[in-house]
């Protein structure tokens, strides 16, 4: 989870990554956690009732959760409600979309929910192989169906292992790489799609 804020609740389990970066790792008790929760009633809403506590705290609230379908996941989206779908250019990955979009669209009809997809992200682009013009061919076509928007791809970069390896931010450890000039676009077409978003929900209400 990544966030912006001075103070947390959660100090104990938190790691400053950066100034007003704070991130909640997990590790390999992940995996109890997962049965843990099977055995809980009303165990989609965890997260919500942990996190709403402190939420206040902060800026934003970022939750990276693996490709599958999960649990932990389920309980991410309960309590986000918003959903960014990352994409390789492979098959597999591709086929991911329609899966985490018929998950949305299970929690909703279950728990009476409003989950969105707000965007995908082409990811690994390599303009120069062919499966990536098929892959993204395929990927405009299920987008446009879904009427899910396509953020701008991020490229294939060195760069991104080696700030990896360096344990660094891509944007400190080169500002001016391909990699991190994709993300900036990315990142700027996202926010306006939030800010949209977030604008129908308040004339929603309003009226």
């Known amino acids: 989870m990544g966030v912006l804020a001075k103070h ?3 100090a104990d389990c938190i790691i ?3 100034p007003g970066i704070h991130i909640l790792c ?3 008790e992940t995996a109890m956690t997962e049965q843990i929760l099977h055995g809980i009633v009303g165990r989609e ?3 919500e009732n942990l996190f709403s506590k402190v939420d206040r705290e902060y800026d ?3 939750i990276d959760v693996a490709p599958s379908i999960s649990m932990l996941q389920n309980c991410a989206l309960v309590y986000v409600k918003q959903m960014l779908i990352p994409v390789a250019m492979d098959p597999l ?5 329609g899966a985490n979009v018929e998950t949305c669209r299970l929690l909703n009809a279950a728990l009476h929910l409003d989950i969105r997809p707000v965007a995908i992200l082409p990811v690994i682009v390599d303009r120069r192989l062919q499966m990536t013009a098929i892959v993204m061919e395929s990927l405009v076509e299920i987008a446009e169906r879904l009427r899910i928007p396509v953020l701008h791809g ?3 970069d060195a760069t991104i292992t080696k700030a990896s ?3 660094q931010f891509l944007v400190d450890y080169d500002p001016g790489s391909r990699a991190a000039e994709d993300y900036e676009i990315a990142g700027q077409e996202l926010a306006s799609l939030l800010q949209e978003q977030m604008d129908e929900r308040r004339l929603s209400i309003s009226a």
């Open 26 to 28: 997990s590790n390999r």
């Open 16 to 18: 400053e990554a950066y």
């Open 93 to 97: 990955s591709l086929q991911g979309v």
């Open 165 to 167: 390896r360096a344990r």
């Open 154 to 156: 991020i490229r294939v």
């Open 8 to 10: 947390n609740p959660f």
């Open 45 to 47: 809403l965890v997260l």
């Open 60 to 62: 934003m609230v970022l």
